[in-house]
């Protein structure tokens, strides 16, 4: 399928479930869409959307934001300088408690592990998110946090973006489960589309981990199973 555009998309949703702009009003429509989008943000880690941010570590300081806007963290990266991005690590994802028992003692050095504490950012500019690390750095060292942002979501005024045009099928199919939903509409439409969305999602995932190499530290596997045919 040829990529949407946000009018063709609002259209095709009327066409799919039959229904008229005065119940799928512009306000509804656009919230499938936001949601739709948010959802495949969540499920394939899409290359187009990965941001880099760089900083320094504050010394004895046990945790670093998350740069605003970020909807998820894919891995940190710390050097083993204070000026200089010299020798990088990737540091490995751990849960709070591993970190815990790990440095209960709260020793200080260069970290090693992180732990995501309070979520990502969303689309808001803040710094609710953040990075817990362990060991504690004892220096301003410099690292790089490897996130995905939402972009600019589709609109009126925004009429294609990166989903629309590379990933349509996967876009209309989670918008339609928003509106059957929406609709209170048919179980059999609503696990349709849920499954043909989960289809695609498999094929652009796949596209997505194709794309480049992948290592153990990055976050960055499709977040819905992935079925494999039988050898």
Known sequence: MAGFTYATLTTA?????????TVLTSTITDQFIDNSEFRIMRDVP????????????????ESVNVPAGALYVRGIQVADST????????????????LDEFNGARATGRP????????????????????????????????????NSKPTGLSASNTTNFI??????????????????????????LQLYEQKYKQEVERFGGEQLGSR??????????????NSPAP
Not at 120 to 130: F, P
Not at 172 to 177: E, F, K, P, W
């Open 112 to 147: 090693k592990y992180y732990s995501m504490k309070g979520g990502a950012t969303g689309t808001t500019n803040t710094t609710s998110g953040g990075a817990l690390l362990s060991p504690i750095p004892n220096a301003t060292y410099v690292y790089k946090i490897h996130y």
């Open 213 to 226: 190499k992948r290592d153990d530290y990055a976050d960055g596997t499709i977040r819905i199973p992935v």
């Open 83 to 98: 000026s200089a991005f010299n020798n990088p690590i990737w540091l490995e994802k751990k849960d709070e408690t591993f």
């Open 46 to 61: 899409i290359d187009a959307y990965r941001s880099v941010a760089q900083d320094n570590m504050i010394a004895n300081q």
């Open 13 to 21: 949703i009327q066409s799919y479930t039959e229904v008229g702009t």
């Open 164 to 189: 629309s045009l590379n990933f349509p099928n996967g876009l209309l199919y989670a918008c339609l489960v928003e509106a059957y939903g929406y609709l209170k509409g048919p179980a059999d439409m």
